[in-house]
């Protein structure tokens, strides 16, 4: 029995091979605003699907990359690209796994210091520490 996969096949074809390759890129580059990580060339939603068709028709009325890509940011904002620019509106974006990564290391650090010391702390009782203020007191004693 053969399998049936219910994707549907989307033939696109241009008049040169530089239009092709262009629009490979970006299908390839562009975000499915619907779908959970996916670009335009994986995704079968409709969205994906008019987005394909938009980037087509965009490329068949001679818009370069530069020109696709700026229209798509234009109206669907920096969250179309799946490498946005460093910008104000994306800095949250771009910083937050250094930030998370600083957080981790710096509670990562506090706990073992803090386990640490509760070690050292718990491992001496009274009778201990009274033995080693004496020690010290003697030490002082004889200098």
């Known amino acids: 029995m053969p399998l049936v996969s219910p994707a549907k096949v989307e033939?696109?074809?241009?008049?040169?091979?530089?239009?092709q390759a262009l629009y490979k890129k970006l299908i390839n580059e562009l975000r499915c605003l619907v779908c959970q990580?996916?670009?335009l060339a994986d995704s079968n939603a409709e969205l994906a699907i008019d987005l394909r068709r938009k980037v087509k028709g965009l490329i068949t009325e001679g818009s370069t990359y530069d020109d696709v890509v700026d229209?798509?940011?234009s109206r669907y904002g920096d969250f179309v690209?799946?490498?946005?620019?460093f910008n104000q509106s994306t800095i949250f974006l771009w910083l937050s796994p250094a930030v998370l990564l600083v957080?981790?290391?710096s509670v990562v650090i506090f706990r073992r210091r803090s386990a640490m010391d509760q070690n050292v702390s718990s491992n001496f009782d009274?009778?201990?520490h009274a033995k080693v203020r004496e020690l010290l007191k003697d030490t002082k004693d004889q200098n």
């Open 11 to 19: 033939i696109v074809q241009f008049e040169t091979v530089e239009e």
């Open 37 to 39: 990580n996916q670009n």
């Open 71 to 73: 229209y798509m940011v």
């Open 81 to 85: 690209m799946y490498r946005p620019p």
């Open 103 to 105: 957080l981790t290391f």
């Open 126 to 128: 009274q009778s201990q």
